[in-house]
């Protein structure tokens, strides 16, 4: 596996080889969304042997009412952080780099519980089984503020970096996406406003984080929905958080979720769109969906279409998957 085993250095983070492990929410944390004994053992079972060059953990919220499920992970509270420096330090003692994705689930979070209510970009966002509450100014200002606090905490929890979730639907995608964000404002419109409050994340995130850690965004590039996000829209965003400071490209997909219809067999499903990133861009990316052969990871390198291949579903049935892929025994 010459092209899996090569290292990568992105930013300060020194990669040893270029399988990743995706984010995958476990519902594993206690109803505080602190790390528990059982959430630490999961993943020193998947990292074990340190064959993954980087794990990307779950998706965590950043604050009350952009949390997406019971038992999600939290960054909302500096008092997530002990939790958090310990399955750091798991990890990190199985010789894997990990990166935390920091979320804002928008209309899909269920924050009614707490007595909070969804919020999204625009009216387009909701619907009457589906209520919610269209964003200001001031408070797309203090979501900017929510992820620069969630990114200090992943930081001081001795992550070696962060990766900014908008994929997937979620709140981040609901401003990207046209089909959910019909704004008039500086934040609706064209995809250079659609990606406004992303660029604002990116640099308040970077403050916060200094210049060494490595600061990821997973993108919904396209939504294969009539009406969404074409290759050209995510072409044009990739640019523009290129420009601002992005180090690595987490591609996935955008109103239909992580798959995509009637790709669901291709190893690598979304490779169309990250080689073309790839050729527009200079920072690293990374493609994740459906690969469970390792000569199918192994092909996509050598073809150069992407710099690391995130490895989900597979590793989660079968924790030793890395361990026989890096060793040609799978
Ligand atoms: C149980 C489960 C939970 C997931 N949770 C997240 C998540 O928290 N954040 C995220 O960006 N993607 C999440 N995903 C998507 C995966 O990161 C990945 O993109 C997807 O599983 C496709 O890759 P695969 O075919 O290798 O599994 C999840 C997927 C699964 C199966």
């Known amino acids: ?102 979320n804002h689930a928008g209309r899909a979070a269920r924050p009614q519980q707490a007595g909070l209510v969804p919020v999204g970009p625009a009216e387009a966002a909701f619907s009457a089984d589906r209520p919610g509450r269209v964003l200001t100014g001031a408070d797309i200002a203090q979501i900017v503020r929510r992820f620069a606090d969630a990114a200090r905490r992943v930081v001081a929890a001795g992550f070696d970096g962060v990766e900014i979730h908008s994929a997937h639907g979620y709140l981040l995608n609901q401003f990207y996406s046209p089909l959910t964000n019909t704004r008039t404002d500086e934040y609706g419109g064209p995809v250079e406003n659609r990606v406004r409050i992303h660029l604002e994340i990116l640099r ?67 490779t169309p769109e990250t080689a073309r990133l790839k050729e527009e861009l200079t920072i690293p990316v990374l493609v994740t969906g459906g690969v469970t052969d390792p000569l199918a990871a192994e092909a996509i390198l050598r073809a150069g279409q992407a710099d690391l291949v995130g490895v989900g579903r597979a590793l989660l049935k079968d924790s030793r998957w890395a361990e026989k892929a890096m060793t040609g025994k799978a």
């Open 1 to 102: 596996m010459e092209y899996l085993n090569r290292p990568l250095t992105v930013r300060g983070m020194e990669l040893a080889t270029r399988l990743v492990m995706p984010p995958m929410a476990t519902g594993g944390c206690d109803e505080a969304g602190r790390v528990t004994q059982n959430l630490r053992a999961y993943y020193d079972d998947k990292t074990r042997g340190g064959y993954l060059g980087l794990v990307i953990t779950e998706h965590s919220f950043v604050s009350p009412e952009g949390m997406a499920g019971p038992r999600q992970m939290s960054v909302a509270s500096d008092e997530d952080i002990p939790g958090l420096w310990q399955l750091v330090e798991t990890i990190h003692r199985n010789g894997c780099r990990v990166v935390a994705q920091i």
């Open 204 to 270: 308040a995130v970077r403050e916060a984080i200094g210049p060494e850690k490595a600061l990821l965004l997973r993108l919904g590039a396209v939504d294969h929905v009539p009406g969404g996000n074409t290759l050209e829209d995510a072409v044009a965003a990739a640019k523009l958080l290129e420009a601002a400071g992005l180090d690595l490209l987490d591609v996935s997909g955008g109103m239909t979720g992580f798959t995509v219809k009637g790709r669901e067999e291709m190893q690598g499903y979304f």
